[in-house]
């Protein structure tokens, strides 16, 4: 990426910003309000166009900003019976970083999954794909993130 650790995983996780870029998604954030998750939150996500049909609410086991951050679905939901990932986030110095990805799809009911979870999880990761390269090119792009935009709290 072509920014900090730190500051790629806020851009992807601090959901003001993220909606400025993510090609994935029409809508997403915290159950209870925040613009970040943390360890424990839940989080739904509304996918943008056809993909809004499978939307799905996740909870985060893992939060440790500008490192690591891991979420699994929270319940079997619409045709998903499983879905995980994570991201580590490592500087490489001249900033920039890296950032590693993974994830597992599988759906339900299992005789549809058994047809179809390859199919899937290629269609994931080419989008997954196409959203990271808009993070970059909107980290590559923007400003720096204001006060507000950084802690979702206005200081005046």
Do not use: C
Request: avoid cysteine; aromatic fraction near 12%.
């Amino acid at each position: 990426m072509p920014a900090s650790a730190a500051d790629a995983f806020e851009a992807f996780h601090n959901h003001t910003v993220r909606m400025q870029w993510d090609t994935l998604l029409s809508r997403a954030g915290v159950e209870g309000g925040g613009i970040r998750p943390y360890t424990g939150a839940i989080t739904f996500n509304e996918g943008r166009g056809w993909k809004r049909y499978f939307s799905m609410r996740t909870r985060f086991v893992n939060f440790q900003p500008g490192q690591v951050a891991a979420a699994l679905l929270v319940e079997p939901e619409g045709v998903f019976e499983w879905w995980a990932a994570s991201m580590r986030h490592r500087d490489l110095g001249d900033n920039t970083s890296e950032l590693i990805y993974t994830f597992s799809v599988r759906l339900r009911p299992r005789w549809l999954g058994w047809l179809l979870d390859p199919l899937v999880n290629r269609i994931f990761e080419h989008e997954t794909r196409q959203r990271f390269a808009a993070m970059a090119e909107y980290l590559q792009a923007r400003p720096a993130l204001t006060e507000q935009q950084k802690t979702g709290v206005d200081n005046v």
